[in-house]
Nanobody, 130 residues
Framework: HVQLMESGGGSVQAGGSLRLSCAVS????????MGWFRQAPGKEREGIAV?????????TDAVKGRFTTTISQDNAKNTLYLQMNSLKPEDTARYYC??????????????????????WGQGTQVTVSS
């Protein structure tokens, strides 16, 4: 079993930056893919980034060039990060990290498929004001 916990959300003005963290615990050797999705009020969930355990990442067009996701593996402690730059009011949403223990390394996984991952965190709110 895997547990995820996000942190780092908050309020920022347009053009600003935030970095989200996702602490991963549990049986992590089985995790080959992780990612981020978000949900704004009244809107559907949107997968925005996926990364494999080797650090190769793919982004949805809405965040490409502005957001970067990375994985840190330090002394068996895994942390997923999402660096968000040039934030826009339309980025306002609750952000979730997710992990998958089904897809094998080497598989082609799109950001949209993050919504199918089996493990989710509780989310952290990001609010961008104009």
């Amino acid at each position: 079993h895997v547990q995820l916990m996000e942190s780092g959300g908050g309020s920022v003005q347009a053009g600003g930056s935030l970095r989200l963290s996702c602490a991963v615990s549990g049986h992590t050797p089985s995790i080959h893919f992780m990612g981020w999705f978000r949900q704004a009020p009244g809107k559907e969930r949107e997968g925005i980034a996926v990364i494999d355990r080797l650090g190769s990442a793919t982004y949805t067009d809405a965040v490409k060039g502005r957001f970067t996701t990375t994985i840190s593996q330090d002394n068996a402690k895994n942390t997923l990060y999402l660096q968000m730059n040039s934030l826009k009011p339309e980025d306002t949403a609750r952000y979730y990290c997710a992990a998958d223990d089904i897809r094998r390394l080497g598989a082609y996984v799109t950001p949209t498929e993050v919504l199918q991952f089996g493990y989710w965190g509780q989310g952290t709110q990001v609010t961008v004001s104009s």
